[in-house]
């Protein structure tokens, strides 16, 4: 005898039609129900690609895309967007009785998910052996076809030429203002899930070239030297747009508990005309602590003309001649160097890292 099929109201047909995508349930299962042209289809309510609610996404002709990172799926077969259709998610048999939308939960087709390669970001992080490296950062704005000094890039130049000189350290500087990157769209506001170690913005755009200081920060540097001015009492705004967009390797930590610095240090230099240098230092000291890094005794210089100095000339020139100012940073470079080393030496690289401070009970998300 043929089993009965096992049909489930989900609600009002004329409700479902007017919203056009919306979420409903079968048990603890999440459904995306769309309505186009008077026509129905209900598909699974999870996107293949991070888990993503399907329901709460929005129309693109037939096709569901995702609100967390723009995945397409048909939504009555469930097929993905063309070129990818064998990324597709369970489509349910849907029928209008007596006004009810109802669905066939027995016979769902099948999910499929589509090999994707990894990510390259996405490797495991192991420390080739060699020298110590050292990543300066630098954060400055400018136009870099017209390029002008800066009192921050003169002096994490000179760290950095001491680090490869005098310490036999391999370097690399990354000047911010020379990588086309995208800003934070936002996607941990969306859900703490939808912000992905790699970023979801740079799995779904190769030309960001966030990528090198991802790379550089996680797979490949020791040593951390950034540097920024003060702008209106604060780090410069290429700076936050960094930082925003490494809220991703600290949100590993909140999700995951996976811990993607180990056994690095980061150290700053910070210059500007006008005071706030403790309070830009403690700022990225605690930002850089929450991605994981170590800090060296004393880990900032800074130069400041003060509030009442808005002489810029001559804060130029006191930057360029002050031997004092080049050997604090040659000594900064050298204690972060120092630290590097001695954590490559005998810290373990320790599979797991117990949460620390706000972070120390499993967050409810």
């Known amino acids: 005898m043929a089993k009965e099929a096992d049909w489930r109201d989900l609600g009002a047909a004329e409700q479902f039609r007017a919203a056009g995508l919306s979420e409903a349930a079968l048990g603890r299962q999440k459904l995306a129900v769309s309505c186009r042209d008077g026509q129905f289809g209900v598909v699974a309510g999870t996107c293949n690609h991070a888990g993503g609610p399907l329901g709460q996404g929005r129309l693109e002709g037939d096709y569901i895309v995702c609100p967390w990172h723009n995945w397409k799926f048909h939504r009555a077969t469930g097929l993905g967007e063309p070129g990818f259709e064998d990324d597709r998610i369970p489509a349910y048999e849907l029928r209008v009785r007596e006004g009810r939308l109802e669905v066939r939960a027995d016979n769902p087709s099948a999910r499929n998910r589509k090999p994707h390669p990894p990510h390259p970001l996405a490797r495991k992080i192991e420390r080739a052996p060699g020298a110590v490296r050292v990543a300066g950062i630098s954060t400055t704005n400018m136009d870099e076809a017209n390029p002008r000094y800066s009192t921050s890039d003169a002096l994490l130049e000179g760290a950095l030429g001491h680090a490869r000189d005098a310490l036999e350290c391999d370097t690399k500087l990354i000047r911010l203002s020379a990588l086309e990157f995208r800003h934070c769209e936002g996607y941990y506001s969306k859900s703490a899930h939808a912000c992905t170690w790699p970023c979801s913005i740079t799995q779904m755009d190769d030309k960001d070239q966030m990528t090198e200081v991802y790379e550089a920060l996680v797979h490949w540097a020791d040593v951390a030297l950034v540097a920024t001015p003060i702008r209106w009492g604060a780090a410069s705004s290429l700076y936050f747009k960094m930082a925003e967009r490494?809220?991703?390797?600290?949100?590993?930590?909140?999700?995951?508990?996976?811990?993607?610095?180990?056994?690095?240090?980061?150290?700053?230099?910070?210059?500007?005309?006008?005071?706030?240098?403790?309070?830009?230092?403690?700022?990225?000291?605690?930002?850089?602590?929450?991605?994981?890094?170590?800090?060296?005794?004393?880990?900032?210089?800074?130069?400041?003309?003060?509030?009442?100095?808005?002489?810029?000339?001559?804060?130029?020139?006191?930057?360029?001649?002050?031997?004092?100012?080049?050997?604090?940073?040659?000594?900064?470079?050298?204690?972060?160097?120092?630290?590097?080393?001695?954590?490559?030496?005998?810290?373990?690289?320790?599979?797991?890292?117990?949460?620390?401070?706000?972070?120390?009970?499993?967050?409810?998300?």
């Open 246 to 365: 490494l809220n991703c390797v600290q949100n590993q930590v909140t999700i995951r508990d996976n811990v993607l610095i180990r056994r690095k240090v980061a150290a700053f230099i910070i210059t500007g005309g006008q005071d706030n240098v403790q309070g830009v230092a403690g700022a990225m000291l605690c930002f850089f602590g929450e991605l994981g890094f170590h800090f060296p005794q004393f880990p900032f210089i800074a130069h400041s003309r003060g509030w009442t100095a808005e002489d810029m000339e001559r804060n130029i020139l006191e930057v360029k001649t002050s031997r004092e100012l080049r050997e604090g940073a040659q000594q900064l470079a050298a204690r972060a160097v120092e630290l590097a080393r001695t954590l490559i030496a005998s810290a373990p690289m320790l599979e797991h890292t117990p949460r620390g401070g706000r972070k120390a009970h499993r967050l409810e998300i």
